[in-house]
């Protein structure tokens, strides 16, 4: 058996229309995974519930209303780069490649992509990969809009999806991983998946990732702390859905929204404060979590980076960066390298 049949064998596959197929693990293993890594986090002293789980499909559905808000300025900076951009990106650009994205969500910012490769290419290959379900609207959307464009979603998380790019085929391919979704990870984790990305590259691959800046403290906390309590709610909902896929028994209103900015470290902190001394059951992982009141449940790094800082992380991976741009208040970035 070969490595792309015995890797698919990990996937369910479903094939919509010619244009359209998608893989997924099997769901045993999902339901698994979630139930797990929710009770590794929670049932102990300094709790947290990884930033992946936020993204159910009203999980999914908040973070568009947050990239839509005045005060979360990443989306619409990034997107008034990519624009600026797309012209390099063409010539930089041939029909050889295919296009992946890493957290795909919306694709909205892909379509500014998708642009460039439908003036180079007569048949554009897109797999955006996701773990949120999320991916299935958002793929039939780009297909009503591109017509020769053909997608192979992977509804897996971005290692998952990794995986599967290595081992499908000897096609180039212009790997995107936008929104500083990258700043999310603690700076260990991250600095070993940026190396995961560079050793699935092959030679002539390409890399561009979008991150978001270091600026003043008053900037970043109002952008996690908006005034229509959008952020709120999107930390808020991931309670709701440990109680509704594990059976538990979170009373929101015990619970607040709270994101701060810690300089000394550039990122910004997401946390779930408890308001009162309480328990909490998690039916389906059999624990009792008790929290006390003021206890935080971290949730979420959002890391902010300089220039230099970008540079070297890149460097350390195995990287080569062929181009970085910023706006011109340099509040984020993106930056294209290939494999050293
Ligand atoms: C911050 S949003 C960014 C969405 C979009 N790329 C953008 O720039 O607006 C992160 C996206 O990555 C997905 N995601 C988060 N963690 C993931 C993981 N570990 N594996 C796969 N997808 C993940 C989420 O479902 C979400 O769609």
């Not at 959307?141 to 509804?155: E, H, Q």
């Not at 624990?287 to 230099?308: D, Q």
């Amino acid at each position: 058996m070969n490595d792309v049949l015995h890797h698919n064998l990990n996937y369910k596959k479903y094939v919509i229309d010619p244009r359209l197929q998608y893989f997924k693990p099997h769901s045993i293993k999902i339901v698994k995974s979630f139930s797990d890594e929710i009770c590794h986090g929670i049932n102990r002293d300094s709790k947290y519930i990884l930033p992946k789980f936020f993204y159910d499909k009203k999980g999914s559905n908040l973070f568009e209303q947050i990239c839509a808000l005045h005060e979360y300025y990443p989306t619409r900076i990034e997107i008034s780069i990519l624009k600026k951009i797309q012209h390099e990106l063409h010539s930089l650009l041939d029909d050889s490649y295919r296009l992946v994205e890493l957290g795909s969500g919306s694709s909205v910012k892909t379509r500014l992509i998708l642009d460039v490769f439908e003036s180079i290419c007569d048949k554009i290959e897109y797999f955006p990969i996701d773990i949120s379900e999320i991916l299935t609207e958002s793929s039939e959307f780009l297909l009503n809009d591109y017509r020769y464009l053909s997608i192979t979603g992977i509804i897996d998380t971005y290692e998952g999806g990794l995986e599967f790019i290595k081992h499908y085929d000897d096609r180039k391919n212009l790997i995107i991983f936008l929104g500083s979704s990258f700043g999310n990870f603690s700076p260990s984790e991250g600095a070993k998946f940026l190396k995961k990305i560079s050793s699935t590259m092959k030679k002539g691959d390409l890399f561009l990732i979008g991150l978001d800046l270091v600026k003043p403290k008053h900037i970043l906390e109002n952008a996690y702390n908006d005034s229509q309590g959008v952020t709120a709610k999107f930390n808020l909902n991931v309670l709701s859905r440990i109680n509704d896929e594990l059976d538990a028994d979170f009373d929101l209103t015990n619970f607040q929204h709270y994101a701060i900015y810690n300089e000394k470290d550039h990122r910004i902190e997401m946390y779930l404060k408890s308001l009162v001394n309480q328990s909490v059951i998690i039916a389906k992982s059999n624990i009792l979590v008790n929290l006390s009141k003021n206890e935080l449940i971290h949730t979420e790094y959002s890391h902010k980076y300089k220039i230099t800082q970008i540079e070297n992380l890149l460097d350390v991976a195995g990287f080569k960066i062929k181009k970085m741009w910023t706006d011109d208040d340099k509040f984020f970035s993106l930056t294209l390298a290939a494999k050293k």
